[in-house]
């Protein structure tokens, strides 16, 4: 990790006790750039230090550092340099222009503004020239502050590897089956008697990021918005009884056709800024290619490097599909808390934190 400054920037986290929530907690622990300050939660949790409010459900032990600040109902403060958000949707609409409009920036995890065309939706590896967006946020809103947001959970894990395949060979088409973790619903999640033993073939407005949100990204900045990628794109998403780590099967067809080692060598070569500026949350390489017949796998392959590395296995081609591979991302770091921290860490290389 990089060395600790002693002018760390001032953090709050809001919805601090919820299934990202608790992953920022894990995350920020001895950060070298974010010093957590303040944490921000529902009313049944407000008043109570934090080891009372929460659950702790993360499979390390709770780190003590947090554990005596006292949870707050949302509402900007001072003092604070930024907030990570992980708040439902619903509150985050509301809530994060608050803290916009009062000068904190927001790196969040929430779908409301994703797709706001004067939001940047963030994968530092593969847009990060898209915070640009920022200026024309703050100039349309007259706000000092701004929301900058990072995908769905389960977009991270297929835009990693589309980004240098899409570079170098022209993606056309994409179709998508995932195996969505239970912990991607949140705290407390599906009910072991409804996801137990069971697939469930059918999560509520999934579908539809996943085939609008990897447009987005990998769409090219064009003055004050982004143009869309054209590509055309299907999903089908399931929950499946896992506890961390969605799982993809991904069927690709291009432009230029690759041979399987071009895309496997093009997937094993891929950088991005957080690897050549050496942020201090970025994975070695953001893409691990696994040669073993039965890898990734969410048991196994979930933690690579820390929980920010997709790893990628299964590549194989055959009469219908030009590509085909499994993609594994761990949902709420790489997916959520990890991608919201690699993304404020981007912003503070780019000078615009
Ligand atoms: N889980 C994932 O893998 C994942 C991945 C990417 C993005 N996201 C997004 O991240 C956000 C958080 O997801 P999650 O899975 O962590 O949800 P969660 O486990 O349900 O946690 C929700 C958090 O929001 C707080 N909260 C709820 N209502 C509130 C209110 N009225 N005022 C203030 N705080 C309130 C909760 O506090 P209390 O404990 O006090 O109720 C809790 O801390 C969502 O927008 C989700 O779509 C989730």
Known sequence: ?????????????LGATGAVGQRFIQLLEGHPWFELSALYAS?????KPYHEAVTWRVPVAQPAYAGELVVQTPAPAEDL????????SQMAETMEPLFAEAGIPVISNASAYRMTSDVPLLIPEVNPEHTALIATQQA???????????PNCAVVGLVLPLKPL??????ESVRVVTLQAKSGAGYPGPPPEIIGDNVLPYIPGEEEK???????????????RIEDAHI????????????????ASVFINFTNRPSVDQASEALRAYKGIPQTAALPSAPQWPVVVLVDADRPQPKLDRDHDQGMAVTVGRLRSDALTDLMFTTLSHNTIRGAAGAAILNAELLKHQGIL
């Open 140 to 150: 349309k809103r007259g706000w000092p502050g701004f929301i900058a947001t990072n």
């Open 43 to 47: 009313e049944r949790s407000a008043g």
């Open 232 to 247: 055309i794109l299907s999903a089908q998403c399931n929950r499946v009884d896992v506890l961390d780590g969605h799982t």
């Open 81 to 88: 340099d930024l907030v990570f958000s992980a708040l439902p």
């Open 1 to 13: 990790m990089t060395k600790m400054t002693t002018d760390r920037l001032k953090v709050g986290i």
């Open 166 to 171: 899409h570079d170098a060979f022209g993606i």
């Open 210 to 224: 996943l085939q609008s949100e990897p447009l987005k990204l990998l769409g090219a900045l064009a003055g004050d």
